[in-house]
RNA sequence: GCGAGAUUAACUCAGAGGUAGAGUACUUCCUUGACGUGGAAGGAGUCGCGGGUUCGAAUCCCCCAUCUCGCACCA
């Protein structure tokens, strides 16, 4: 074993060894249960961030807890495909580098350039999660658009259409201009931008004035097709079934009435374009309406627009405002801050329009859903985001699936050359129902990508083939995933895996937050403040960037990254490393296995017993799914119990002369450290292993070893209670010389006068301990206090009384300061005490046990200030 | 507008109906044979404000404030 931690000697090959011995891959086996996470396959639109090191840590964590809790443990790795994403990417990336467009391109030359994409990151990120530490089954990493993932979408789209529950329809959609493609609601982000309310006159047809209308979108007027108002309103309803005149174009609009006016808001009277606006749209639908287009796809006017034709949507909004107020149409203009809908992917305004797209009819689907988790047979943690997950589902709408992209699933639809029939079908027909022509088209456009992300759970299974794995891994036991793509991808699976396989995709959903910078931004490219994680493995070791983002928060909340943290976990890491070479030091070959015939010491007792308590601890924290508590816990156990206390009490035993006292304390040591190694191992999975291989065991590898369970007969409340009377002893002598500037190569003689026998017996029995870590140069009893010479500093705990004589070095002012402050302190302790057992409300109510320790704790504090007091009295009489 | 989260030590965050915790930073001391990426001792917080429930609230409930973040939006 080295003598430094260096991370980087080993991390890579413990994962090659990991990889050859096949330790991560799960297999059919009725004799094990499964217990199965499919990994959120990340987008391959690029490097994976600290996001997914984090999403992966906590999967990595759980895949390897419960690998060792001996289930058969799959964790099934994989990428997305990402339409959208990576279409606007890859040719954001051939136009940077060649100066060709899309339609330059092509189609066919596209696709293979982004499989060549997909090639090159595919693998990259691979590399990334290795370096990780992640344990996946690689073997059966998986792609959203590879052979099986496309049956299984072909296969769903088709059944759902079958079912009536995909159509295909005319209906006003989101557009992104930029991307050139629809995107669903929840693809759109609202961003408020500033805005303005500009008042237009209408004026009536055949009659006096005009309607002041008031619009944030001039530009539309293109478009409008009626204007609306409240069947209710004084103000306007003599007009309903009248005309008004569009300005600056020669149309006639109907004034119709529609309770969807609100008379309080704008001027009450509303301009209606079905073909640009979701309510307008309604509307229409409601009033049998024109749907007038006054946009090409790229947003710019079209011949609707008239003069305006060929303009870019904002700059037609301000000709036309110049316009209306030159040919005194305009009212006014009131500035109104509005939010507008942008594409997530490229940020553009998106422009709704009307188009024919295909649909997921959503109510049917979304009711299952509900039921599964209102049920209790799906949990979500942390339970917040259940209401999260309700609200959505609660008020869905339809889901528009088509996008007009090349990279992705294409839509199984084939148009019939010669008459208007569609058919939905795995394959292209053969002949038309209708028309029995031959001549078929398939739709041009491919799916949103989330219906493929959709059916991940079980289409990396097999399905639709039933598979001895989807039979057995099915369904999976958590999905390990960010706030953020809940709706877009969490929901998506659960009503899909309900629909394709009559069960619920998952137990339990574990929720986690997003990474952001030391200052709480989000990470991003552009803002230049992202963490490549591959930079800090590089710098830190992967175990300590782990063990930092499995610690740095609670489920479902954010985490700033600092660097800070991951310097101390990487502390932890070093410290763990050479207490490690402190135990394999003095070890020979053979067995150090416990066999119940040792002659254990208090403190072999006390660890075998925190241990004990730990195991149970720990392993209720991962079962609640409390990762960065469980981790806390094995970084407190092993540095402050471990190596603070419990191998410093070893020295002696170890250096000692006496062999079988040197075997046993070997024995403990290393059976301590190797629960510590077990447990630590899914937060730092390499440093464990590599340490592994040093210490004497009798399993295999740590990765497939055996989780630690707690047993009984390590519980010792007894030497629990023991050490932590050593352990306060010597704290107090440790803070008497350090108060009285004592260093510790000075050491002294302690002399012990007991008000309680036991301790006096336990402090002398146990005076190794004060010698070793208290400086102490001999430990006697002492019956009296007039054995005690008047200069000497004193360290109290419950039941005795420790003497330090100090003679020359002893400074009485500073000793009576020492006192007093002690003295106060003592005097709060009792006063809050007898407060509290005065109060008859506690005496009567509160539960015993409460009582009781307050009771003890008044006596233990009245007996520390009486001592305190003596001492007092003595110093006095010295300073006079 | 509806909903959620946050508000705890100088900083970043845990925790939790029964005397406030960690990491970092800070002060003092320590070349003790695993480790200075270390050891020891220490200072530091009326747990956002105001009410209520309770013997007891930082913890549960209500109100308010500030900051985030979702969702829905009135043209």
Same mark, same amino acid.
């Given at each position: 074993?080295?003598?430094?931690?260096?991370?980087?000697?080993?991390?890579?090959?413990?994962?090659?060894?990991?990889?050859?011995?096949?330790?991560?891959?799960?297999?059919?086996?009725?004799?094990?249960?499964?217990?199965?996470?499919?990994?959120?396959?990340?987008?391959?639109?690029?490097?994976?961030?600290?996001?997914?090191?984090?999403?992966?840590?906590?999967?990595?964590?759980?895949?390897?807890?419960?690998?060792?809790?001996?289930?058969?443990?799959?964790?099934?790795?994989?990428?997305?495909?990402?339409?959208?994403?990576?279409?606007?990417?890859?040719?954001?990336?051939?136009?940077?580098?060649?100066?060709?467009?899309?339609?330059?391109?092509?189609?066919?030359?596209?696709?293979?350039?982004?499989?060549?994409?997909?090639?090159?990151?595919?693998?990259?990120?691979?590399?990334?999660?290795?370096?990780?530490?992640?344990?996946?089954?690689?073997?059966?990493?998986?792609?959203?658009?590879?052979?099986?993932?496309?049956?299984?979408?072909?296969?769903?789209?088709?059944?759902?259409?079958?079912?009536?529950?995909?159509?295909?329809?005319?209906?006003?959609?989101?557009?992104?201009?930029?991307?050139?493609?629809?995107?669903?609601?929840?693809?759109?982000?609202?961003?408020?931008?500033?805005?303005?309310?500009?008042?237009?006159?209408?004026?009536?047809?055949?009659?006096?004035?005009?309607?002041?209308?008031?619009?944030?979108?001039?530009?539309?007027?293109?478009?409008?097709?009626?204007?609306?108002?409240?069947?209710?309103?004084?103000?306007?309803?003599?007009?309903?079934?009248?005309?008004?005149?569009?300005?600056?174009?020669?149309?006639?609009?109907?004034?119709?009435?529609?309770?969807?006016?609100?008379?309080?808001?704008?001027?009450?009277?509303?301009?209606?374009?079905?073909?640009?606006?979701?309510?307008?749209?309604?509307?229409?639908?409601?009033?049998?309406?024109?749907?007038?287009?006054?946009?090409?796809?790229?947003?710019?006017?079209?011949?609707?627009?008239?003069?305006?034709?060929?303009?870019?949507?904002?700059?037609?909004?301000?000709?036309?405002?110049?316009?209306?107020?030159?040919?005194?149409?305009?009212?006014?203009?009131?500035?109104?801050?509005?939010?507008?809908?942008?594409?997530?992917?490229?940020?553009?305004?998106?422009?709704?329009?009307?188009?024919?797209?295909?649909?997921?009819?959503?109510?049917?689907?979304?009711?299952?859903?509900?039921?599964?988790?209102?049920?209790?047979?799906?949990?979500?943690?942390?339970?917040?985001?259940?209401?999260?997950?309700?609200?959505?589902?609660?008020?869905?709408?339809?889901?528009?699936?088509?996008?007009?992209?090349?990279?992705?699933?294409?839509?199984?639809?084939?148009?019939?050359?010669?008459?208007?029939?569609?058919?939905?079908?795995?394959?292209?027909?053969?002949?038309?129902?209708?028309?029995?022509?031959?001549?078929?088209?398939?739709?041009?456009?491919?799916?949103?990508?989330?219906?493929?992300?959709?059916?991940?759970?079980?289409?990396?299974?097999?399905?639709?083939?039933?598979?001895?794995?989807?039979?057995?891994?099915?369904?999976?036991?958590?999905?390990?995933?960010?706030?953020?793509?809940?709706?877009?991808?969490?929901?998506?699976?659960?009503?899909?895996?309900?629909?394709?396989?009559?069960?619920?995709?998952?137990?339990?959903?574990?929720?986690?937050?997003?990474?952001?910078?030391?200052?709480?931004?989000?990470?991003?490219?552009?803002?230049?403040?992202?963490?490549?994680?591959?930079?800090?493995?590089?710098?830190?070791?992967?175990?300590?960037?782990?063990?930092?983002?499995?610690?740095?928060?609670?489920?479902?909340?954010?985490?700033?990254? $600092?660097? *800070?943290?991951?310097? #101390?976990? =990487?502390?932890?890491?070093?410290?763990? &490393?050479?207490? +490690? @070479?402190?135990?394999? !030091?003095?070890?020979?070959?053979? $067995?150090? *296995?416990?066999?119940? #015939?040792? =002659?254990?010491?208090?403190?072999?007792? &006390?660890?075998? +017993? @925190?241990?004990?308590? !730990?195991?149970?601890?720990?392993? $209720?924290?991962?079962?609640?799914?409390?990762?960065?508590?469980?981790?806390?816990?094995?970084?407190?156990?092993?540095?402050?119990?471990?190596?603070?206390?419990?191998?410093?009490?070893?020295?002696?035993?170890?250096?000692?002369?006496?062999?079988?006292?040197?075997?046993?304390?070997?024995?403990?040591?290393?059976?301590?450290?190797?629960?510590?190694?077990?447990?630590?191992?899914?937060?730092?999975?390499?440093?464990?292993?590599?340490?592994?291989?040093?210490?004497?065991?009798?399993?295999?590898?740590?990765?497939?070893?055996?989780?630690?369970?707690?047993?009984?007969?390590?519980?010792?409340?007894?030497?629990?209670?023991?050490?932590?009377?050593?352990?306060?002893?010597?704290?107090?002598?440790?803070?008497?010389?350090?108060?009285?500037?004592?260093?510790?190569?000075?050491?002294?003689?302690?002399?012990?006068?007991?008000?309680?026998?036991?301790?006096?017996?336990?402090?002398?029995?146990?005076?190794?301990?004060?010698?070793?870590?208290?400086?102490?140069?001999?430990?006697?009893?002492?019956?009296?206090?007039?054995?005690?010479?008047?200069?000497?500093?004193?360290?109290?705990?419950?039941?005795?009384?420790?003497?330090?004589?100090?003679?020359?070095?002893?400074?009485?002012?500073?000793?009576?300061?020492?006192?007093?402050?002690?003295?106060?302190?003592?005097?709060?302790?009792?006063?809050?005490?007898?407060?509290?057992?005065?109060?008859?409300?506690?005496?009567?109510?509160?539960?015993?046990?409460?009582?009781?320790?307050?009771?003890?704790?008044?006596?233990?504090?009245?007996?520390?200030?009486?001592?305190?007091?003596?001492?007092?009295?003595?110093?006095?009489?010295?300073?006079?």
């Amino acid at each position: 074993m080295q003598s430094k931690y260096n991370p980087k000697e080993f991390e890579d090959r413990i994962y090659e060894k990991w990889l050859s011995e096949k330790r991560f891959s799960a297999h059919v086996n009725p004799n094990k249960k499964p217990y199965t996470i499919v990994l959120p396959p990340p987008n391959i639109t690029g490097q994976l961030h600290m996001g997914h090191a984090l999403d992966q840590t906590l999967q990595d964590v759980l895949i390897r807890w419960k690998r060792m809790q001996g289930f058969e443990a799959l964790w099934l790795p994989g990428t997305d495909h990402a339409s959208i994403a990576t279409e606007v990417r890859v040719l954001k990336t051939i136009e940077e580098a060649e100066g060709i467009t899309k339609d330059q391109l092509g189609r066919e030359e596209f696709l293979k350039r982004a499989w060549a994409w997909r090639d090159e990151y595919g693998r990259i990120i691979v590399n990334q999660m290795q370096k990780l530490g992640s344990s996946c089954d690689w073997d059966k990493e998986r792609f959203t658009m590879d052979e099986g993932c496309n049956h299984a979408v072909t296969e769903v789209f088709v059944r759902l259409y079958e079912k009536g529950l995909i159509y295909r329809g005319n209906r006003l959609i989101n557009w992104c201009p930029d991307c050139k493609t629809t995107l669903s609601d929840a693809e759109v982000e609202h961003e408020e931008k500033p805005g303005a309310f500009w008042h237009v006159k209408y004026p009536i047809v055949d009659g006096e004035g005009y309607l002041e209308i008031a619009t944030t979108r001039p530009e539309t007027m293109v478009a409008d097709t009626a204007v609306a108002v409240n069947p209710n309103d004084e103000r306007y309803k003599h007009l309903i079934g009248k005309f008004c005149k569009l300005p600056l174009f020669d149309r006639e609009l109907p004034i119709i009435g529609d309770d969807y006016v609100e008379m309080d808001f704008g001027t009450g009277a509303l301009k209606v374009t079905p073909a640009h606006d979701p309510n307008d749209f309604e509307i229409g639908l409601r009033h049998n309406l024109e749907q007038i287009n006054g946009m090409n796809d790229d947003a710019t006017m079209n011949e609707v627009a008239g003069k305006y034709e060929g303009m870019d949507r904002f700059a037609c909004r301000k000709a036309i405002v110049k316009d209306l107020e030159a040919e005194g149409y305009l009212v006014m203009t009131k500035e109104h801050p509005h939010n507008v809908g942008t594409c997530y992917r490229c940020s553009t305004v998106i422009e709704p329009r009307v188009s024919d797209q295909w649909f997921v009819k959503m109510a049917p689907l979304a009711g299952p859903a509900i039921d599964v988790v209102n049920n209790g047979e799906m949990r979500i943690i942390p339970d917040r985001f259940t209401k999260v997950y309700m609200n959505w589902l609660e008020n869905i709408r339809d889901w528009c699936i088509s996008r007009q992209l090349w990279w992705g699933h294409r839509i199984p639809a084939y148009y019939c050359q010669t008459c208007p029939e569609i058919v939905v079908a795995k394959e292209m027909p053969d002949v038309c129902p209708s028309c029995g022509s031959s001549h078929f088209k398939q739709d041009d456009d491919v799916l949103d990508t989330w219906f493929s992300s959709a059916l991940w759970p079980f289409s990396t299974l097999g399905w639709p083939e039933k598979t001895p794995e989807l039979n057995y891994f099915y369904p999976t036991n958590v999905l390990v995933t960010g706030y953020d793509i809940i709706f877009f991808w969490v929901i998506r699976m659960v009503f899909s895996g309900l629909d394709a396989m009559g069960e619920k995709p998952f137990d339990d959903v574990f929720i986690h937050g997003l990474v952001r910078d030391a200052h709480g931004k989000k990470m991003s490219k552009s803002l230049g403040n992202g963490v490549d994680p591959l930079d800090i493995i590089d710098q830190y070791g992967a175990d300590a960037l782990r063990f930092m983002l499995a610690t740095g928060n609670s489920p479902g909340n954010d985490l700033k990254f $600092q660097i *800070e943290r991951v310097e #101390s976990s =990487r502390n932890f890491a070093n410290k763990l &490393w050479n207490a +490690s @070479r402190f135990v394999i !030091m003095g070890l020979e070959e053979g $067995q150090y *296995e416990l066999d119940g #015939s040792e =002659r254990l010491t208090l403190a072999d007792e &006390w660890i075998l +017993s @925190r241990l004990d308590t !730990m195991i149970t601890e720990i392993t $209720q924290a991962l079962d609640k799914y409390e990762l960065g508590i469980a981790a806390n816990k094995i970084y407190e156990f092993t540095w402050n119990e471990y190596c603070d206390w419990y191998i410093e009490l070893a020295k002696k035993r170890l250096y000692g002369e006496d062999a079988v006292a040197k075997q046993t304390v070997q024995k403990v040591l290393v059976k301590v450290l190797r629960d510590i190694l077990k447990l630590l191992h899914p937060f730092m999975p390499f440093i464990t292993e590599e340490i592994w291989g040093f210490i004497p065991h009798a399993e295999d590898a740590l990765v497939t070893s055996k989780w630690p369970e707690a047993d009984e007969k390590y519980q010792n409340p007894t030497a629990e209670r023991q050490m932590n009377s050593i352990m306060e002893a010597i704290r107090n002598l440790r803070n008497v010389r350090a108060e009285m500037d004592v260093v510790p190569s000075r050491k002294a003689k302690c002399m012990i006068l007991a008000s309680d026998a036991s301790v006096g017996e336990l402090l002398i029995n146990q005076g190794e301990y004060l010698m070793t870590l208290a400086s102490c140069s001999e430990v006697v009893l002492v019956t009296n206090n007039k054995e005690v010479p008047e200069d000497a500093v004193s360290a109290v705990i419950q039941g005795a009384e420790l003497y330090l004589p100090l003679d020359d070095l002893i400074d009485f002012e500073k000793e009576m300061d020492r006192l007093q402050k002690e003295k106060a302190k003592l005097e709060k302790e009792v006063e809050r005490v007898v407060s509290k057992l005065n109060n008859q409300g506690f005496v009567a109510k509160a539960p015993a046990h409460l009582l009781d320790e307050e009771r003890e704790k008044e006596a233990k504090y009245r007996e520390l200030l009486g001592t305190v007091d003596a001492r007092i009295q003595v110093i006095s009489l010295k300073l006079k």
